[in-house]
């Protein structure tokens, strides 16, 4: 067996998988509207659309699915065994997209952040590396 759903509940299933405002980056605005900084969302201008962006400090922040972007850590490493060419093309194309949209807010004179969603497990450390970054 291929799937553990039929294909009506698969696509049902994959309808629900969020481009934005995702669990993760609720999470990381949380935690900065708690240090008390302003930002814009998804600023359709800049490379890449940044999840976060703070202008004044030229700041943007990538908020990244560990699956989706293919991270280290062990649920990034992971392929599916289903259509394993297609999900390894997938992050191929979305690991290159990130490399140019980063070279580019860089050259434009922007700092980049990107955060994992491994890195929300440990609230603590990620409030602190925050907190870095607007210092």
Same mark, same amino acid.
């Given at each position: 067996m291929?799937d553990?759903?039929?294909?009506a509940?698969?696509?049902?299933?994959?309808r629900?998988?969020k481009?934005r405002?995702?669990g993760p980056?609720?999470t990381?605005?949380r935690?900065?509207?708690?240090l008390?900084?302003?930002y814009?969302?998804?600023?359709?201008?800049?490379?890449g659309?940044p999840?976060?962006?703070?202008?004044?400090?030229?700041?943007?922040?990538f908020v990244?699915?560990?699956?989706?972007?293919g991270?280290?850590?062990?649920?990034?490493?992971?392929?599916p065994k289903a259509?394993?060419d297609y &999900?390894?093309?997938? =992050?191929?194309r979305?690991? *290159?997209?990130d490399?140019?949209?980063?070279?580019a807010?860089?050259a @434009? /004179? &922007?700092?980049?952040? =990107?955060?994992?969603?491994? *890195?929300?497990?440990?609230?603590a450390?990620?409030?602190?590396?925050l @907190? /870095?970054?607007?210092?």
């Amino acid at each position: 067996m291929s799937d553990v759903f039929d294909p009506a509940k698969r696509s049902a299933v994959m309808r629900r998988v969020k481009g934005r405002d995702t669990g993760p980056e609720k999470t990381v605005r949380r935690l900065l509207t708690g240090l008390g900084s302003r930002y814009r969302l998804h600023r359709k201008e800049l490379p890449g659309k940044p999840d976060i962006v703070m202008a004044g400090r030229r700041l943007a922040i990538f908020v990244h699915g560990c699956f989706w972007h293919g991270h280290g850590c062990a649920r990034g490493a992971r392929v599916p065994k289903a259509n394993r060419d297609y &999900w390894l093309a997938k =992050v191929g194309r979305n690991r *290159e997209r990130d490399v140019a949209s980063r070279a580019a807010l860089e050259a @434009a /004179g &922007w700092r980049v952040e =990107v955060i994992w969603e491994c *890195e929300l497990n440990d609230e603590a450390a990620l409030q602190e590396r925050l @907190a /870095g970054m607007l210092a």
